[in-house]
């Protein structure tokens, strides 16, 4: 069996930065401990997976992939299969429909970049948190603690963000995934995102941590549209919209770095 990979750095127009996804698409589903095993041998924050679908509402199913767990939801590799499709496979439609363990995703080329169509998971103050949580961190100052899928951590600014340096060891036996934030310089908002517990200390760019990241700052900002950043070391930009109360939109480019062949047994 043969298999067709992309590399594509996602939420960046610069190769080398923003987070990069393998994307393996697929006629036919494979096993899972395979899909698994390749997103081992890739050994990237993601691989993503995408077959047509038997879903009538949508054009092909997704899943996600990090080295060591399936996960439920992705921003950046869906960006990236999006990307595959319109600029590599000639999806010729307006919209791309995604059906995923998260639901129906939307994905739309608009002024050059790629919307994402995502859940809007408000984050709730979040008082059941660890003592511990400043130091795990790295000694910060705490603003508020929220949580949705993820516990978000409020900073004092950007620099706390940028300068923060968590014990991995510790997030990691909490079994929870992090995302700290604060207000932006030059930008709305800021935010780094932690995951030891799924193989991942810190990812570059997280789409899906913004689906709680823009219900909490466009109430905090009273903004519906907003631009952010991501700190990590490859960095990443971030076009942002509350649309309503339960979808927002996520917009960022895509870069490609390379194709290449899986030739698995005979």
Not at 15 to 44: R, T
Not at 242 to 266: D, P
Request: proline share 5%; with cysteine.
């Amino acid at each position: 069996m043969k298999l067709t990979l992309y590399q594509i750095d996602a939420f960046t127009n610069k190769l080398f930065s923003g987070n990069p996804a393998a994307v393996v698409p697929l006629d036919k589903w494979i096993d899972d401990k395979l899909m698994q095993n390749l997103a081992l041998e890739n050994n990237l924050a993601e691989t993503v997976f995408f077959a047509p679908s038997k879903d009538p509402d949508a054009d092909y199913d997704i899943r996600w992939f990090t080295p060591q767990v399936e996960i439920g939801l992705c921003g950046h590799a869906t960006l990236t299969s999006a990307y595959v499709l319109f600029e590599i496979l000639g999806f010729a439609k307006e919209q791309i429909v995604f059906n995923s363990k998260s639901g129906l995703l939307f994905v739309k080329k608009e002024e050059g970049r790629f919307v994402l169509n995502f859940p809007s998971w408000k984050p709730m103050p979040f008082n059941d948190y660890s003592k511990h949580l400043s130091e795990m961190l790295g000694g910060v100052k705490i603003i508020s603690v929220h949580k949705n899928r993820d516990i978000l951590v409020e900073l004092e600014n950007e620099a706390a963000v940028k300068n923060c340096v968590p014990d991995f060891t510790a997030l990691k036996k909490t079994r929870e995934k992090y995302i700290i934030t604060a207000k932006g310089n030059d930008c709305d908002f800021v935010s780094r995102f932690f995951a030891p517990a799924d193989g991942i200390d810190e990812d570059p760019v997280t789409g899906s941590a913004h689906s709680q990241l823009i219900p909490f700052w466009n109430e905090k900002l009273d903004k519906r549209e907003m631009f952010a950043k991501q700190l990590s070391a490859r960095g990443g930009e971030i076009w942002c919209a509350q649309l309503n109360t339960e979808r927002v939109a996520i917009g960022g480019q895509c870069v490609f770095y390379m194709k290449g062949e899986i030739a698995i047994g005979n």
